[in-house]
C-alpha cells in the first residue's frame, strides 16, 4: 500500500503562487511516476503535470510556462509550483503515482483545494 499526503492548497489572489507538495509513504519502490490533476464540480478529473522516474516532465497547455512539476526521489515528494494563478485555475487538485513494484498499480491523494480569487 502507498498513501499520499498533500500540503499547500488554500485561497489565492489573482496573479499570485501556491506550492503543493505531495509525499509518498509506505510500498514505494524502484521506478514511479507521479502526477497532479485538477478536477471542478460536475467535471471529470483532468491532467496538470506528470513527471517520471527520470524527471520527464507533461503539462496540460493550459498551465504551460506557468506551472512547474518537481520532485525529490530522496522523500518521495512531489511538488508543483503553481505562478501567475487565475481564477480559472479553481479546483481540487489530486497528487497521483503508479508504481511498478511489485506490480503497476496507482494510488491517488485526498485531493487539496486550490481557490483563486479577489
Known amino acids: 500500500q502507498v498513501q499520499l499526503v498533500e500540503s499547500g492548497g488554500g485561497l489565492v489572489q489573482p496573479g499570485g503562487s501556491l506550492r503543493l507538495s505531495c509525499a509518498a509513504s509506505?510500498?514505494?519502490?524502484?521506478?514511479?511516476?507521479m502526477g497532479w490533476y485538477q478536477q471542478t464540480p460536475g467535471k471529470e478529473r483532468e491532467l496538470v503535470a506528470t513527471?517520471?522516474?527520470?524527471?520527464?516532465?507533461n503539462y496540460a497547455d493550459s498551465v504551460k510556462g506557468r506551472f512547474t512539476i518537481s520532485r525529490d526521489n530522496t522523500k518521495n515528494t512531489v511538488y508543483l509550483q503553481m505562478n501567475t494563478l487565475s481564477p480559472e485555475d479553481t479546483a481540487v487538485y489530486y497528487c497521483?503515482?503508479?508504481?511498478?513494484?511489485?506490480?503497476?498499480?496507482?494510488?491517488w491523494g485526498q485531493g487539496t483545494q486550490v481557490t483563486v480569487s479577489s
Open positions: 509506505g510500498s514505494v519502490f524502484g521506478r514511479y511516476s
Open positions: 513527471i517520471t522516474s527520470d524527471g520527464n516532465t
Open positions: 497521483k503515482i503508479i508504481v511498478t513494484v511489485p506490480i503497476v498499480r496507482t494510488y
